[in-house]
Nanobody
Framework: QVQLVESGGGLVQAGGSLRLSCVVP????????IHWHRQAPENQRELVAT???????ILADSVKGRFTISRDNANNTVCLQMNSLKPEDTAVYFC?????????????WGQGTQVTVSS
């Protein structure tokens, strides 16, 4: 069973910062593109940020200039630094490891971590 472990969620005031971490099993880390998604109540899951195995990053327009995604290859961890948080950032945040480099291709999900931003 492949398990991704997220941490770092919590309650913060608007304008504050949080740093989420996702530990990915080393056996799949180097061949995976890692995504952070979020899902607010009654909303669809939204892709927030992506980092490829080569370190290329992609951010959703809604978080550009505020969030940063980074990859720590030594510790098989991906972090999502969230600054200038807004109430609309409130959601459960999930990391996912995806690869099409192997057969069969896979996507594994973490259990999610709650982020709540108060106004």
């Amino acid at each position: 069973q492949v398990q991704l472990v997220e941490s770092g969620g919590g309650l913060v005031q608007a304008g504050g910062s949080l740093r989420l971490s996702c530990v990915v099993p080393r056996s799949i880390f180097t061949i995976s593109t890692i995504h952070w998604h979020r899902q607010a109540p009654e909303n669809q899951r939204e892709l927030v940020a992506t980092v490829t195995g080569a370190g290329r990053t992609i951010l959703a327009d809604s978080v550009k200039g505020r969030f940063t995604i980074s990859r720590d290859n030594a510790n098989n961890t991906v972090c999502l630094q969230m600054n200038s948080l807004k109430p609309e950032d409130t959601a459960v945040y999930f990391c996912a490891a995806q690869s099409t480099l192997v057969t069969p291709p896979f996507t594994y999900w973490g259990q999610g971590t709650q982020v709540t931003v108060s106004s």
